[in-house]
């Protein structure tokens, strides 16, 4: 148990769960979100979080080590402040800091001399040593502050691969500042991993999904091979797959959603082009990924033998991945609007999403032209299509199957 206090910015799918499982470690921990209808519902003990359980939130709260709050309250003390909020792109799909320096701004108005603050938002190489530590220093006045990096590597809905049994990438200004943040972490993280600067674990978070967008967008190019070879693009990766060593499975799919894959290599390329370094590769597989929907709605018009327009076609799961809510960046809501410029009749059915765009979510339909799996929820029942042999195509991005032949 620790009485050290633990101020959580951002309550989102990141800050959470590190508010949660460092409560059960012991810490009194405020999650602090300017997201006012958030904090009312964590307070009555409900999220929609795949990662923490309602009980959880209730029971934490009434022990007195989880509380929430919209602002920060001013110590007199040292504390640990973790910093977790979005930083998403912006409309030019340039890096978007705003809630990370609101982050800041609002840490400097309370922080007491001796305090941590660890920065878990992705963003560009130098931003702790660049934007963080001089924001923080320039506001509260005070200089005796530790500062690390501890990138985030939530991913929602992995039962297997979680907060606690995934590894922590820690890099710090200073050896206190690494010690600090390695005990911290260690209260409920199976494996923690130093780097000798923050600009390394900074560039690893970077790194590890721009190695995903460009596999991925290898495994979109391989399908388009394929169909043009009248070959079955998954049952060319899983022949590939046979090979003991030197490869890695990725599959074709509408396209890349989510908080991570759409996002970080475009703060891998800034960061390289603030060094003055092209990164032509990287750039590449985010345009072959970020115009895929398109290619994809082409390819469905031509299934239907160009006369797509007046289609009755229902997509069945539009989050970006199965078993979350998410729908940021999900390439499936554009896949939707590339059909309707098409002409056909889009309609979806996403029973954890259930409303986007004004429109609600409808149950699985069987009077359609074309059903298509894009996102496919535990929740949804394939077989109504199945039994009322619709016609269907199977978009999703793994290797289940779900009673029909992967159409990319």
């Not at 990138?151 to 995934?166: F, G, H, M, Q, S």
């Amino acid at each position: 148990m620790s009485s050290e206090q633990v101020f959580i910015l951002g309550c989102g799918y990141v800050g959470l769960p590190i508010a949660v499982e460092a409560a059960k470690a012991g810490y009194l921990v405020t999650g602090c979100d300017t997201n006012l209808d958030k904090i009312t519902s964590l307070r009555l003990g409900k999220t929609d979080s795949p990662e923490v359980s309602n009980r959880d939130l209730i029971e934490l709260q009434e022990a007195g080590f989880l509380k929430f709050a919209s602002s920060l309250e001013k110590l007199n003390q040292p504390a640990i402040y973790v910093i977790a909020v979005p930083t998403p792109l912006d409309a030019k799909r340039n890096p978007d800091v705003s809630m990370l320096n609101a982050a800041c701004e609002m840490i400097s108005t309370a922080i007491a001399k001796g305090s941590l603050v660890v920065n878990e938002s992705t963003s560009y190489i130098g931003t702790l040593n660049d934007l963080i530590k001089p924001t923080i220093i320039a506001g509260s006045g005070i200089t005796d502050l530790d500062f690390a990096v501890a990138p985030e590597r939530i991913d929602p809905a992995n039962v297997k691969w979680n907060l606690k049994t995934t590894a922590r990438v820690i890099g710090g200004i200073n050896e206190g500042s690494v010690r600090r943040s390695v005990n911290f972490y260690k209260k409920f993280c199976e494996s923690v991993f130093t780097v000798s600067k923050p600009e390394v674990a900074e560039a690893a978070k970077l790194f590890e999904n721009t190695f995903r967008q460009v596999n991925i967008a290898l495994a979109n190019e391989i399908s388009s091979i394929g169909q043009s070879y009248n070959l079955s693009t998954h049952e060319i990766i899983n022949a590939a797959n046979t090979k003991p060593y030197g490869f890695m499975a990725f599959y074709p799919g509408v396209g890349v959603g989510g908080h991570c894959i759409p996002i970080d290599p475009s703060y891998l390329t800034y960061s390289a082009n603030r060094a003055g370094v092209e990164t032509k590769l990287i750039d590449l597989a985010n345009q072959l990924n970020f115009f895929n929907p398109h290619r994809v709605a082409q390819l469905i018009n031509k299934f239907l033998d160009g006369n797509i327009k007046g289609k009755k076609i229902q997509i069945a799961g539009i989050s970006y991945k199965p078993n979350v809510s998410d729908i940021r960046e999900s390439p499936v809501l554009e896949l939707i609007n590339q059909i309707g410029i098409l002409g056909g009749d889009a309609s979806w059915y996403d029973p954890l999403v259930k409303k986007w765009n004004g429109q609600k979510s409808n149950p699985l339909q069987t009077q359609i032209d074309l059903g298509i799996i894009c996102t496919p929820h535990d929740q949804i029942d394939f077989s109504i299509w199945k039994n009322a042999d619709v016609k269907v195509l199977d978009l999703s991005a793994n290797s289940n199957d779900y009673g029909w032949p992967k159409f990319l």
